[in-house]
């Protein structure tokens, strides 16, 4: 349980605060060969690292960063199956030590292929690591303090625009050449969805299949991934609820709860949303609604008017936020849900896992003149990979229909919906662990005389 916590505390998209302005290395001398993951370790796991160029689509930037990566040995010494990357999700966190601490817990059948982790430039034993500290105040985001630690990240020849998705892409493939791997399959978590799909879309002949958790797809808007997510399911919860109660106006009544209580309309429509799939969600849909209602009434409730940063991650988040997703923003319409203008404003300065909101970005923009983003980044993924994606009705980092616009352009892939599980499930969920291992052993394709009690979740 303490180790998913961890996972949805780093979401996508996870609360920014970068430590330590004055940045460095995270090492001292050279550690290349070091394990600092102590199951990688115990399973004489290989640690090494590999240097890539910091702007790989610039000739003339000479600069190279430091990546690191583990290999985890199969259990099965004569297996010839393909080996998995693993990719964590934030981003930010360390993949070589949080993933790499769950390696000897996987389940057999992927512990009989060899694993790959990597510490995403910028992140964990990556070098360099620069951080920074506070970055968010009691009040939001304090600009000086940003613009301090930029100013310190110029003065050390470090670029935020490096570190987007598809540089880590391509340090990636550059992992593959050195260890003359072929072809891997992909297991993806929360934003290292983001990541395989981008994988798959700049080196596709690397790639064998892929197993996309708590999907975060390369063309979704995550700035806005908590309003999507939450009315998304408000969405279907009023399909159900107002088939039966013709009357209620299920919109309405949250339309009144939205400009009742303004800010914290969050904690109360989100508490909502979680019956969407359940199967006495009208009933519970009800109550709550009478309950908040009652709440509401009273002047002495106290209502926390601003949303709580949660501490974490590294200059990634800010050079994925900053460029990538601001780009990205700029392009990508949020979906049109059929909510009353106030719900929908109301939900405006929720987002979810993501480091900076709408308004903080606006803040910043005027210090990002050059982009070293473009089209070609935001370009869906289509193909016809092998592929298997994994949401949860109860998860508020990504949502459902994600998955279902992306499953236009990814061809051979198979979405399964699981009614009471959050944010990233594969390994936890027996079913889905089922499920994978049909996907794997059929190389990509499920047996349809597998046996698998579908009781908890929908194939959509």
């Known amino acids: 349980m303490k180790t998913k916590m ?14 330590s302005c ?25 640690c090494t690292s590999i240097e890539v160029k910091a702007s790989p ?12 990566y583990s290999i985890v040995p199969s259990t099965d010494k004569s297996s010839k199956k393909e080996p998995v990357a693993l990719f964590v999700g934030g981003p930010g ?8 601490e769950r390696v000897s817990s996987l389940p057999p059948f992927l512990r009989e292929r060899d694993i790959i982790v990597m510490d995403y430039r910028g992140t964990g034993f990556s070098e360099p690591y620069p951080r920074c500290d506070d970055l968010f105040g009691k009040y939001g985001l304090d600009v000086e303090l940003f613009e301090t630690c930029v100013k310190d990240f110029k003065n050390k020849g470090i670029k935020l625009g490096d570190y987007t998705s598809a540089n880590i892409a391509y340090d990636f493939n550059k992992i593959l050449e050195k260890e003359k791997i072929s072809k891997v399959v992909l297991f993806g978590e929360s934003y290292g969805t983001r990541l395989a ?11 064998s299949s892929m197993i996309l958790d708590g999907f975060f797809t390369i063309e979704a808007n995550g700035i806005s991934q908590a309003k999507e997510s939450i009315l998304d399911k408000l969405n279907d919860l009023a399909l159900r609820y107002d088939k039966e109660y013709p009357t209620a106006k299920l919109r309405d009544r949250l339309e009144e709860i939205a400009i009742k209580i303004n800010a914290s309309s969050y904690k109360h429509l989100k508490e909502i949303s979680k019956f969407a799939y359940t199967n006495d969600g009208v009933a519970q849909t009800k109550k709550a609604l009478d309950e908040i209602k009652e709440e509401l009434s009273n ?13 974490s991650s590294s200059i990634m988040a800010l050079g994925v936020i900053m460029y990538e997703e601001a780009y990205f923003m700029s392009k990508q319409p949020s979906f049109n849900f059929s909510f009353g203008e106030k719900t929908v404003k109301s939900l405006q300065s929720f987002q979810g896992g993501a480091p900076l909101d709408t308004s903080s970005i606006d803040k910043l923009r005027p210090h990002f003149t050059k982009v070293p983003v473009g089209d070609k980044e935001i370009t869906a993924l289509t193909t016809d990979i092998p592929t298997i994606i994994f949401t949860g009705g109860l998860d ?3 949502t459902k229909y994600w998955a279902l616009n992306a499953q236009k352009t990814l061809k051979n892939s198979m979405h399964f919906f699981f009614h009471e599980e959050g944010h990233v499930l594969a390994l936890s969920n027996s079913n889905a662990r089922s499920l994978m291992q049909n996907f794997l052993d059929n190389d990509g394709f499920l047996d349809p005389n597998g046996s698998v009690n579908g009781s908890d979740y929908d194939q959509i």
């Open 6 to 19: 961890f996972y949805l505390l780093f979401g996508f998209l996870v609360s920014v605060s970068i430590a």
């Open 22 to 46: 004055g940045g460095g290395d995270t090492n001292n001398g050279d550690d290349s060969n070091k394990c600092f993951s102590s199951e990688v370790q115990k399973l004489n796991g290989k």
């Open 57 to 68: 689509n610039d000739a003339s930037d000479n600069r190279m960063i430091k990546v690191y």
């Open 93 to 100: 966190p360390s993949n070589t030590f949080h993933m790499g």
């Open 197 to 207: 799909t981008t994988i798959a879309r700049d080196y596709p002949n690397k790639v």
């Open 299 to 311: 002047p002495n409730r106290s209502i926390d008017s601003k949303f709580e940063y949660r501490k």
């Open 396 to 398: 508020y980092q990504t």
